[in-house]
């Protein structure tokens, strides 16, 4: 089967690509001008005694952030805020500004009052000790 080139479609095709980069940087460009969409990246480890959150947040003073723990989610908000003193000197803006929130379904009983944060060099790190009950304990075979 012979198949006719036809240029055209080829340029419509990359013409749709060319739109569809440029809406999705539009889009990007607004909401985060609005200071919607964005949210720290995080890291979730489990040890044997807690659960570790590991979220980078440069640029957040300490004291805008919030960390919230129930026995069900662990909440982590706050605001990176823009300098607006300096905002006509920008050549350009990447970073996100504005509020953001991330939260987690723990899954697994743990100790809400025994949480423990950290903040150092822009990574917040969070400690949520397990409860008791679920720590494995190590069950001794009697012989008979």
């Not at 979730?44 to 300490?62: C, M, T």
Request: no cysteine; net charge negative; proline share 6%.
């Amino acid at each position: 089967m012979v198949t006719r080139w036809d240029p055209f479609r080829e340029l419509s095709t990359l013409q749709d690509r060319i739109n569809r980069v440029f809406n999705e940087q539009l889009t990007r460009g607004e909401s985060e001008k609005t200071g919607k969409a964005w949210a720290p990246v995080v890291d979730i480890l489990e040890s044997e005694n807690d659960l570790i959150v590991r979220a980078e947040i440069p640029g957040v003073k300490r004291e805008d952030i919030d960390v919230e723990v129930t026995a069900e989610s662990l909440t982590v908000s706050g605001e990176r805020k823009f300098d607006e003193e300096s905002k006509d000197n920008y050549l350009r803006v990447e970073r996100a500004y504005g509020p953001f929130t991330r939260s987690f379904s723990i899954g697994i009983p743990v100790q809400p009052d025994k949480v423990k944060a950290a903040y150092k060099d822009g990574v917040l790190e969070i400690v949520v000790p397990k409860a008791e009950t679920v720590k494995p304990k190590k069950i001794e075979i009697k012989a008979e």
